[in-house]
């Protein structure tokens, strides 16, 4: 069974530092590139970060730019999310997605797409005092 | 930064229902959209890509469409399962997206 498993949540006081994993298990990691998207409780989406499939290709939100660094381990099947600088905007459950890779070919044009197909359950992190 | 609402925020139909959702780009996106379903407690799944394309395993009921600025998303005959909440996402830069806010389905 394909699965994301993350963790690594918890309390953390405001400036602290919190790293988040992400277990892949079921499907070849190394082929695809991945993602961290987080959830306010009872709020919408917020996509924070990219990595591609050989950490070369890197993107953040301007909203955790500085602050969050992504990374991979091909080796161990995980990614990861380190968050420095907390603040309790950045309350929210954290999950990791799977970006899947589309490319349709209209005339001479190849167009690319990409959606997230495979999400953990979530690890929730708590900013407070 | 291209941003995305979705409108209504809330919406309540009854099953056997046919349901329009809209989400509108700040901007032209092409059809870089993409429309998730997410339940109470539990991740998003993915129903439509690239606007109108069914997900794998996603049931005939819903469909896509729109391009540049207008989307919608609509589910005929609406099933108990499908009350939950609907998210866009807009992929118009590689790897780079925003989600809308969300429409509530609720059970009227």
């Known amino acids: 069974e394909m699965q994301l498993v993350e963790s690594g949540g918890g309390l953390v006081q405001p400036g602290g530092s919190r790293r988040l994993s992400c277990a892949a298990s079921?499907?070849?990691?190394?082929?695809?590139?991945m993602a961290w998207v987080r959830q306010v409780p009872g709020r919408g989406l917020e996509w924070i970060s990219y990595i591609g499939t050989s950490s070369t290709i890197i993107h953040y939100a301007d909203s955790v730019k500085g602050r969050f660094t992504v990374s991979r381990d091909n080796g161990k099947n995980s990614l990861f999310l380190q968050m420095n600088s907390l603040r309790a905007a950045d309350t929210a459950v954290y999950y990791c997605a799977r970006e899947v890779h589309h490319y349709a070919d209209y005339g001479l044009a190849r167009y690319f797409y990409f959606y997230m197909d495979l999400w953990g359950k979530g690890t929730s992190v708590t900013v407070s005092s | 930064d291209i941003q995305m609402t979705q409108s209504p925020s809330s919406l309540s139909a009854s099953v056997g229902d046919r349901v329009t959702l809209t989400c509108r780009a700040s901007?032209?996106?092409?059809?870089?959209l993409n429309w998730y379903q997410q339940k109470p407690g539990k991740a998003p799944t993915v129903l439509i890509y690239a606007a109108s394309t069914l997900q794998s395993g996603v049931p005939s009921r819903f469909s896509g469409s729109g391009s540049g600025t207008q989307f919608t998303l609509t589910i005929t005959n609406v099933q108990p399962g499908d009350f939950a909440t609907y998210y866009c996402q807009q992929t118009y830069y590689d790897h780079r997206s925003t989600f809308g806010q969300g429409t509530l389905l609720e059970i009227k």
């Open positions: 079921g499907f070849s990691f190394t082929e695809y590139s």
């Open positions: 901007q032209s996106i092409s059809n870089y």
